[in-house]
């Protein structure tokens, strides 16, 4: 007998993605359904709620920025200069990934907590890092740092330094090349570079609970929140929060599709 | 403007790209830089504008150096082998870029767009994409912005390498016939002899990052200063051949020599149309081995008695061909030859040993780089006599 491969395999994919991606999604949507949409959207409205939002979304912005700024400035240096230690560099600054949070945390934790090497030249100056505001910042940047910068340096290293060399044969300054030119043909990349750290903000957790301690209405962020809800088995707002994220997350990869198909058409 | 450069040099790592290179071209001449990929001529030209730095040489423009400039104060034309037109800008907005980086007015950036898309056929097209041209196109756009801020000099790296056939023969044309008009100083860069001797008023031949002979087209086919141009421009047979009482012989062969260097020890090289194949009924110096008509020529492949293969060219109804068929003897006659002077060589080399490889594969009849060991002519000598005078 044949054995129908096709079909044999397209049922493998189907069933894996369902078993770890729509079953999971799909069980919260409906314990939030079964516990009532209005008492959790309560549960949300309460002020630690809110907070742990408007912190989320307040971090993530500021990751973005920055992240998005310093990958296109470092994507450029690295792909574009060439220096001893450049292999080196560009094996570091994908540590992030490969490094899990929370031993960021705690490394960080090193650096500014108490009796770290920053903590008292920070302290004198006013400035309270760890289980702060700051301390939320810090982790979440560094945390996303590579996103834009491999998704620009990817699209340095396909486009080639030919229509930068034309801009400066015509005459244009660096910040002309850059502004008319290179940012244009990179913008796709930082595009989906700055969707991928928006995403990865969002959903960081083991860094900023380190590092900020997850203190309820000070540096409780949505992921800290669900888990601090868990743990005092207040379901509606867990289930409620982690729906809330998991939207972002759809919108964020929505965005992400978006990006990538005008890319595609042009090709 | 006038071009000149002197001893430029120029090393990645330890490899020299560019080998103490000085040539000029004047003002209002089209030149072209020909030689194999990877010889360095386009880095002789990235130097030219600025995009690459030199490690030793100066480079002149219109008789001021300018290798203290950067490239975008060198108001020097640059166009790329794949155009690198800007993908987000419009064709109109391609071409002003270089006014508008300089702050030139709208109304002046707008009048002279119009005027270049006139000069490279392609009015009506300034609202297009470059995604929306054809290859030929687009790199007529790319020449139109070179041209836009006006430069002092043109310069073009393959400029039609990227485009097929049939397109990059008008476009030929088309450029040569814009010099023509526009008499800017332009040095392009190919690696097709045939590109470099349609286009070109003169051609600088650069090896291995080394000047090899630079002059008209008719010199650098006619008088090739070295074996490397030799075999470079164009077919040739190439031999190794002896020097004896002022006459070359190769193999049985006495070779008129254009050109006949100072050594006892020289490699021949002949061109299919400099040699003459004749059937004849006995002896002879070669035997046929394929004719094969190819459109307006014909060419007879054929191995001497040394084992070595010839080939040759005739205009396709040459009564020389008559009776010529596979495995017929032929006379030979080298009506034109050039040889040049190598060392002696190593004493066991110096027997007869003929050629073992099938004909056919001619390995030396090449258009690339010299090779080494190809085709050695035996310096022998028993064979010699038995076929001396063979040629009048």
Known sequence: MRIPWRPLLFVTVIGYLAALVLVPVGAILIRVLAAGLGSVLSELGRPAALHAMKLTAIVATIAVVLNGLFGIVAAL?????????????????????????????????????????????????????????????????????????????????????????????????????????????????????????MARSLGEFGAVLILGGAISGKTQTATTFIYAATEERQEGAAFGMALLLALMSMLVLGVLEWLKAPRRKEE | MSICIENLSKHFGGFAAVDNVSFEIADGELVALLGPSGGGKSTILRIIAGLEDSDGGTVELGGKRVDHLHARARQVGFVFQHYALFKHMTVGENIAFGLRVQGVER???????????????????????????????????????????????????????????????????????????????????????????????????????????????????DEPATEFVARFVGEVNVYDGIVRGGRISVGGLFVPAHHQPDSTHVRVVIRPYDIKLFRVESDGFA?????????????????????????????????????????????????????????APEPDAGTAVPDQRPPQAAPEMERGEAREGEARGESGSAREESYSEAVS
């Open chain 2, 107 to 221: 109304s002046e950036q707008r009048r002279r767009v119009e005027e270049l898309l006139g000069l490279v056929g392609l009015k009506g097209y300034d609202g297009r994409f470059p995604h929306q041209l054809s290859g030929g196109q687009r790199q007529r756009v790319a020449l139109a912005r070179a041209l836009a801020p006006q430069p002092r000099v043109l310069l073009l790296d393959e400029p039609f390498g990227a485009v097929d056939a049939k397109v990059r023969e008008e476009l030929r044309r088309w450029l040569r016939h814009l010099h023509d008009e526009l008499h800017a100083t332009t040095l392009f860069v190919t690696h097709d002899q045939e590109e470099a001797f349609s286009v070109a008023d003169r051609v600088v031949i650069i090896n291995k990052g080394k000047l090899e002979q630079q002059g008209t087209p008719l010199q650098i086919l």
């Open chain 2, 287 to 343: 035997v046929a081995n394929r004719v094969l008509p190819i459109g307006d020529r014909v060419r007879v492949e054929a191995t001497l008695h040394g084992g070595q293969p010839i080939i040759a060219q005739f205009p396709r109804r040459s009564s020389l061909l008559r009776g010529v068929e596979p495995s017929c003897r032929l006379g030979v006659e080298i009506t034109h030859s050039r040889a040049y002077a190598v060392a």
């Open chain 1, 77 to 197: 240096v690295i792909v574009r200069q060439r220096f001893w230690g450049r292999r080196l560099l560009d094996t570091l600054v994908d540590l992030p990934l490969t490094v899990s949070p929370v031993m960021t945390g705690l490394a960080f934790l090193l650096v500014f907590g108490r009796s770290g090497w920053l903590e008292a030249p920070l302290a004198a100056a006013g400035w309270k890092v760890t289980f702060a505001f700051p301390a939320l910042v810090i982790a979440t940047v560094f945390v996303t740092l590579p996103f834009t910068l491999r998704e620009v340096a990817g699209v340095l290293v396909e486009i080639g330094t030919g229509d930068e060399e034309a801009a400066v044969t015509l005459g244009a300054s660096p910040w002309q090349t850059f502004w008319h030119v290179t940012l244009p043909n990179i913008k796709h990349g930082l595009a989906c570079g700055v969707t991928l750290t």
